[in-house]
């Protein structure tokens, strides 16, 4: 594309919101966008929204419609709660415009399919922020594996933390208690860090699961309010990847004094572990280390420089979301696929969718029929 790539972003608050703190310093970082405009669901909101970003207020709209006819929009950014984004992406595909979507992409495997036959039937690029997947440590591990010199995956224990969903909740985030909201322990955190795993290493070919609330009242920091949460905050899932590896992931609740998110991998010529100081693999900065044939011990191993694909000024939380903003320059200048189309987003929705039949259920559910 010859000109900046306009981007409108529909959900803001600042100094707050996933868009201020990671899309928005993402676009700031990346010569071929701007920031076009911006939408909320009030016009003051809207006008804050514009006037922090440092946009006109012509380009501050309280509506979704506006936004996406706004001819200086290219790509609709949807940043909003879940139960929303199925009518914005429909809105902005209906509209002609290319959509970056916050995962989960739907609420629910049905949502996720409809959206990506939509995007499918318009001929329109479409991304969802799987974001895990194009950060550095994850875009090497992947070529690591995928050369051979890890040798034949034997084996993958992967253990992380939620966060939120433990013993205390901020009024901001009472939504996610609600499982009908669809942003739970299983859809964002897991969701993010098993998908990044299979991205890695394979498909699951058959799992079982284990879910439970092991902590069922939460206290509300600012008040002491007690909430019910009723959404599992414990979940562990074992199963075999379609390469032959057995595979556990296990995510809980709240935080550890110990270990926050730790990934180890086992294979026939060396071993790989990857830490971070929180269990959102899309968001915290990892550590990668690994031993192959003779080594004893593990010893950290380089990031080399071209799985950055972004410019150095762009880091923190803002550095992954840009590296999926640049997938897609990429792909509206004719240089390929995204790898993270909304196909990508119906199949993880598609684990997460046997993940909780298999524990309602207690059987082993095959994926790979």
């Known amino acids: ?63 979704a419609a506006e936004l996406a006819a706004c001819e200086d929009v290219d790509v609709v950014a949807v940043t909003v709660k879940v139960p929303h984004h199925f009518d914005l992406v429909r809105t902005a595909i209906a509209a002609g415009k290319h959509v970056y979507c916050e995962w989960p992409l739907g609420n629910g495997l049905a949502q996720a399919q409809d959206m990506a036959a939509l995007v499918s039937a318009s001929g329109l690029q479409a991304v969802i922020g799987l974001q895990a997947r194009c950060a550095p440590p994850f875009a090497y591990l992947r070529d690591l594996v995928a050369s051979g010199e890890i040798g034949e995956i034997l084996s993958s224990n992967m253990f992380g933390t939620g966060i939120q969903w433990g013993a205390w909740v901020d009024r901001p985030n009472t939504y996610l208690l609600d499982p009908a909201n669809g942003a739970t322990l299983l859809t964002i955190p897991f969701g993010h860090a098993v998908d990044v795993m299979c991205h890695c290493l394979g498909e699951f070919d058959s799992l079982t699961a284990t879910t439970a609330i092991r902590q069922p009242i939460l206290r509300q920091i600012e008040d002491g309010t007690n909430w019910d949460k009723r959404t599992p905050d414990q979940i562990v899932v074992t199963g075999t990847l379609v390469g032959g590896a057995l595979a556990t992931v296990h995510y809980r609740g709240g935080t550890s004094r110990g270990a926050n998110f730790a990934w180890e991998i086992n294979g026939t010529k060396g071993d790989v572990r990857l830490e971070a100081a929180g269990g959102h693999a899309q968001m915290f900065e990892m550590s990668l280390s690994a031993g192959f044939g003779s080594d004893k011990r593990l010893r950290p191993l380089e990031i080399p420089a071209d799985y950055k694909w972004v410019p150095d000024t762009v880091s923190g939380l803002a550095l992954n979301v840009a590296q999926v903003y640049r997938r897609l320059s990429d792909a509206l200048a004719g240089k390929g696929g995204t790898g993270m189309s909304f196909d990508v987003a119906v199949a993880r929705h598609r684990t997460l969718a046997a993940i909780e039949e298999a524990a309602a259920s207690a059987t082993p559910i095959r994926l790979n029929n």
């Not at 100094?15 to 071929?32: F, I, K, T, Y």
């Open 1 to 63: 594309m010859s000109k900046q790539i306009g981007v409108g972003i529909i959900g803001y608050e600042p100094q707050r919101s996933w868009a201020a703190v990671a899309h928005v310093p993402a676009l700031r970082g990346l010569p071929e966008y701007r920031v076009a405009a911006v939408a909320t669901t009030r016009p003051e909101s809207a006008r804050a929204a514009a006037d922090d970003i440092g946009l006109p207020v012509d380009r501050a709209f309280s509506s």
